[in-house]
Every structure is written in structure tokens, then in C-alpha cells.
């Protein structure tokens, strides 16, 4: 491999990236989704690969194409998100960006829901496992800097301050999902980084720029300025 460089910090470190909805099947035809388009995620793999990073991308279903020399890995449920996750390990860093099922279906069904004159009928729904916080749980196969991150409506901004300690991971990067605020499928995102350290606001600005920030923090923090 190449020499690491300072346009390149992240030579021969492996990153874990996850983006996108998953889908939990109700039956063959029919799924509970999330709304994400998977665009900050993907950012994000491309810019820890520019900087060198060995990077793995395992995303749910979205309309993007692969970032150059990113190794993508698609998965539908939360439950085979983690799985994927799981077959990554070990990795250096851990980004988690998928808007991940809260919720999947108890029992999907094999064939096709008809209409029938009993519906509309109620759907049972079990939670689904915590990717984020699985990866972020200590032990010896731990990244040594996990982020999470929390799309909140500004009503539980202040809750990210929470959810990291809850999680368990190193930094939240908490973006706010107000209507108003038109950041889904945007290429615009305006996030806070939140760490041990506290609250820190960032400028609106490109999800590329968001990305492109937060790598460099990323390298900053393994790697030092040297
Ligand atoms: N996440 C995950 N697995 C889940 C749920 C969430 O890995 N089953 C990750 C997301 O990828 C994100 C972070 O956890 O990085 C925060 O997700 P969020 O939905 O905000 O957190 P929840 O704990 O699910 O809380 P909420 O009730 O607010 O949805
Ligand atoms: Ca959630």
C-alpha cells in the first residue's frame, strides 16, 4: 500500500459506513420503510476513501451509484444490516447513517395480503436489533471511534445529547428533520456534532461538505495533524 500522507491520513485503516432505509417486509409485495436517500451516507464512504480509508459500505435499497473504489455491500432488513455489520468487523472507525427500522413486522407474510372485508386490520410489530449500539458496545473487537447519527425534528434536538450516551458511541451527529428544514433527499444537510466535549453547530452546507468535515475530524482524531 501507499505510504500514509496528509492528503491520504487514513491509509491502511478499514472504515464501516452504513446508509440508507432498510425495508421490513409485510408481505412479498409490501414493506415499512424509512425516508432516507442515502446521499450523506454514500458522501461520507466516498470522503474516508479519499483520505485513504479501506471503507465498507453496507446499504439499504437506494438509487445511488457506488462511490469509486468503495466496497458496497446491500442489504434490505435491519436484521441483515447487522448481520453485514457483524462480517465487516473489526474496523478502525464505524459511521452509522441508516435510517434503520425501529420496527419490523412479527410475522411477514409468505404470500400476497389480499383486501378482505375484516381490513383495515392492525399490524404486530417487534423492534428490531441496535446496529449502533451493538458496534458501540466495549470489548476487544470495538472501533476505536464509532458515530452514530440522530435525524430528530427540533423539538428533540437537545435529545442527541442523550441518545449519545445512550448509544454508547464516540460523536452523534444530530440533524434537524423539520419539514421546514427540507434536508431529506436534499443535497443540503445542517448537523451539530455532538461529543464528549458538548454541542458544536455547523453551517447549512452540501452533504459532500458535511462529509468532507467530518472525515477530516475523523483523521484528525485516529491519526493526529501529523
Ligand atoms: N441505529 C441503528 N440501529 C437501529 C436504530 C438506529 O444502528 N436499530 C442507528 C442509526 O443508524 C443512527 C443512530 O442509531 O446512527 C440513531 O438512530 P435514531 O433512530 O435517531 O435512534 P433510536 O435509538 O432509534 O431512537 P429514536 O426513538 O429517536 O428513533
Ligand atoms: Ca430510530
Redesign the pocket.
Known amino acids: 500500500a501507499a505510504p500514509r500522507s496528509a492528503d491520504r491520513p487514513l491509509i491502511g485503516r478499514k472504515a464501516l459506513v452504513?446508509a440508507g432505509p432498510t425495508h421490513e417486509p409485510i408481505d412479498p409485495v409490501r414493506f415499512i420503510a424509512n425516508r432516507s436517500s442515502g446521499k450523506q451516507g454514500y458522501a461520507i464512504a466516498a470522503a474516508l476513501h479519499d483520505m485513504g480509508a479501506d471503507v465498507t459500505l453496507v446499504s439499504g435499497p437506494t438509487t445511488l451509484p457506488t462511490p469509486a473504489g468503495v466496497q458496497r455491500i446491500d442489504v434490505e432488513t435491519?436484521r441483515e444490516m447487522l448481520a453485514a455489520c457483524r462480517r465487516a468487523l473489526p474496523v478502525d472507525i464505524a459511521v452509522?447513517?441508516?435510517a434503520?427500522g425501529?420496527w419490523r413486522p412479527t410475522a411477514p407474510s409468505t404470500v400476497k395480503l389480499k383486501k378482505t372485508p375484516v381490513t383495515p386490520r392492525a399490524l404486530e410489530l417487534i423492534e428490531?436489533?441496535?446496529?449502533?449500539a451493538e458496534i458501540s458496545r466495549p470489548g476487544p473487537e470495538r472501533p476505536q471511534l464509532v458515530v452514530?447519527?440522530?435525524?430528530e425534528t427540533d423539538a428533540h434536538l437537545a435529545d442527541a445529547v442523550h441518545?449519545r450516551q445512550r448509544?454508547g458511541c464516540d460523536w452523534l451527529v444530530a440533524n434537524d428533520v423539520s419539514p421546514g428544514a427540507d434536508i431529506f433527499g436534499s443535497a443540503e444537510n445542517q448537523v451539530s456534532l455532538v461529543s464528549e466535549a458538548g454541542v458544536d453547530p455547523w453551517p447549512r452546507m452540501p452533504k459532500n461538505a458535511v462529509a468532507a468535515r467530518l472525515a477530516t475530524l475523523i483523521a484528525r482524531h485516529l491519526v493526529g495533524d501529523g
Open positions: 452504513t435491519a452509522c447513517v441508516a434503520v425501529d428490531n436489533p441496535d446496529i449502533l452514530g447519527f440522530a435525524a441518545k448509544k
